[in-house]
């Protein structure tokens, strides 16, 4: 599976911003596929994921404000960003994987397909 995000830019606060991934891969639709950022010095950190089922899991830092959905038949999984605060300025990256467990959705090492990330940097 090849990974391709999209979508990042320059935002002001309160402003909303899509981001895209787009998948290659006919089983697409049958793997996990989170999203992941990294902000200048940080680790990097869970922020979204969404399952086979459509399940949806989010950090608590963006919950209420970021919406993940997919649409199988585009292979393509986006990450909807509302109400975009300063806090949210990282680069992002999608990731997926084929086998990760629900207790491990969180865990970065447990993905083992990754874009090449899309920056994301909100004023204030």
């Known amino acids: 599976v090849q990974l391709q995000a999209s979508g990042g830019g320059l935002a002001q606060a309160g402003d909303s911003l899509t981001l895209s991934c787009a998948a290659s891969?006919?089983?697409?639709?049958?793997?996990?596929v989170a999203w992941f950022r990294q902000a200048p010095e940080k680790e990097r950190e869970f922020v979204a994921a969404?399952?086979?089922?459509?399940?949806?899991f989010y950090a608590d830092s963006v919950k209420g404000r970021f919406t993940i959905s997919r649409d199988n038949a585009k292979n393509t999984v986006f990450l909807r960003m509302d109400s975009l605060k300063p806090e949210d300025t990282a680069v992002y990256y999608c990731?997926?994987?084929?086998?990760?467990?629900?207790?491990?959705?969180?865990?970065?090492?447990?993905?083992?397909?990754w874009g090449q990330g899309t920056q994301v940097t909100v004023s204030s």
């Open positions: 969404i399952n086979r089922g459509r399940s949806t």
């Open positions: 990731a997926a994987s084929s086998s990760v467990i629900v207790s491990s959705y969180r865990v970065s090492d447990m993905y083992n397909y």
């Open positions: 891969g006919r089983t697409f639709s049958s793997y996990v």
